[in-house]
């Protein structure tokens, strides 16, 4: 197993930009691709983006041309840069393996004014 650990999250006004970063235990490299999941309040968890070991990414359809997923495999970390952001994005953002691990951790929260 694995503990991740997210931050950089806070209150931005809508059009602004925030970096997630989410730190790993363990090295990255051998788990393989990760990922980037938020959960909006009263909603299911969701889908934000992933990226493998290559650099390969994919992303959401809500989020694709405004964020930008990317790994440090020498730091074990990956990371998310949000631009554009809008008052739907307000979520907790957590990172997870592709697809996920069972346990996750205590995520980061992003609030978006209007």
């Known amino acids: 197993q694995v503990q991740l650990v997210e931050s950089g999250g806070g209150l931005v006004q809508a059009g602004g930009s925030l970096r997630l970063s989410c730190a790993a235990s363990?090295?990255?490299?051998?788990?393989?691709?990760m990922g980037w999941y938020r959960q909006a309040p009263g909603k299911q968890r969701e889908f934000v983006a992933r990226?493998?070991?290559?650099?390969?990414?994919v992303y959401g359809v809500s989020v694709k041309g405004r964020f930008g997923i990317s790994r440090d495999n020498v730091n074990n970390s990956i990371y998310l840069q949000m631009n554009s952001l809008k008052p739907e994005d307000t979520a907790v953002y957590y990172c997870n393996k592709y697809p996920p691990y069972v346990s996750w951790g205590q995520g980061t929260q992003v609030t978006v004014s209007s």
């Open positions: 990226i493998n070991n290559p650099g390969y990414t």
């Open positions: 363990r090295s990255i490299f051998s788990i393989g691709s």
